[in-house]
């Protein structure tokens, strides 16, 4: 499998994964729906191409009311059988009950770190192993491919752009946490 810097130039034909390189995949995310929203794709990514992913995020943004984590959180039956009903998402049982159960574990994180930010600045840096002990433990459906991309698609791991790619200057302006 190709680095993506290098699949993008590859194929410079796939509008989808060159608009994600080039304005998103490893630039510092600083709103709760923002990084909520990279969560859920993420966790919804996994067995699937990202591709797949990109293709449908517009339909995840509306499914997920903007992915505003107290209104995901106060879902409840109804929310989940509209979810599991809905073909414009990954309508997997595991994966919706995972959107709805981690903005209320954001939520919980709230009260001590004020933020799911204020929860990740907190915890930097660490290891990708520590990074996935800990995903692991305060939310749901996160294995070690999910939180490495989610932690490198938000600037909190290095690695989401080699350093001959025009968009690595770009993102490390911005001092993404990794950087230190």
Not at 23 to 51: C, H, K, M, T
Not at 87 to 110: D, H, T
Not at 135 to 140: A, C, G, I, L, R
């Amino acid at each position: 499998m190709l680095p993506y810097c290098e699949y993008v130039r590859a194929h410079p034909e796939d509008a989808y994964n060159k608009a994600y390189h080039d304005r998103e995949y490893g630039f510092p995310l600083n709103d709760d729906a923002a990084l909520f929203e990279r969560l859920v794709l993420e966790i919804n990514q996994a067995g699937l191409s990202w591709l797949t992913i990109l293709k449908k995020k517009d339909n995840f943004r509306r499914a997920y009311d903007g992915f505003d984590v107290d209104v995901v959180a106060a879902y409840g039956e109804a929310e989940r059988t509209r979810l599991l009903s809905e073909a414009g998402i990954i309508r997997n049982r595991l994966k919706v009950k995972a959107a709805i159960e981690n903005a209320r574990r954001i939520q919980s994180l709230r009260g001590e770190y004020g933020s799911f930010k204020g929860w990740l600045d907190a915890h930097h840096p660490r290891s990708l192993e520590e990074w996935t002990r800990l995903f692991k433990q305060t939310f749901f459906f996160t294995g070690g491919e999910i939180v490495k991309e989610f932690l490198m698609s938000t600037g909190y791991l290095p690695g989401a752009h080699d350093a001959g790619c025009p968009v690595y200057a770009r993102v490390t302006a911005l001092g993404p946490p990794w950087m230190g």
